[in-house]
């Protein structure tokens, strides 16, 4: 599979790897858009959201608890965090692998950009 991220979960490409098991990765953003910024993909590429299907519920809800444990290893989860999935292009999605976005470790601006 041509997947950037396919690429990174096979360790094809580097990573800075903070996480992973059978199911999930979670690696260090290479553009960080805040002190804390981690992706988590499911292994199985997924294209985004709108690729989900019923079997895919249990995935997408550990993914969710693997964003919990980083947030709590980086200390982050009672100070406050954001997952973020981006869908399709308005909602600036430019790698086509589903990816939950953990950022953390300042202040957020709310309506998001
Ligand atoms: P999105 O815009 O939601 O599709 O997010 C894609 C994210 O992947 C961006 O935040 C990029 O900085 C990040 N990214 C792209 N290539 C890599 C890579 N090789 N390693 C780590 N992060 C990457
Ligand atoms: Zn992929």
Known sequence: M???????ARKEIPSKIVYEDELAL?????????????????RKHIHNNLSLT???????GHLFLVANRIASEKGIAERGFR??????????QTVF????????G???KWPPG
């Open 97 to 104: 692998h589903l990816h939950l976005h953990l950022l953390g």
């Open 2 to 8: 041509e997947c950037i991220f396919c690429k990174i």
């Open 83 to 92: 997952t973020v999935v981006n869908c399709n292009a308005e909602a600036g």
């Open 106 to 108: 300042r202040p957020m």
């Open 54 to 60: 019923e079997e895919d519920k249990p995935l997408m």
């Open 26 to 42: 979670a690696f260090e953003d290479i553009n960080p858009q805040a002190p804390v910024h981690i992706l988590i993909i499911p």
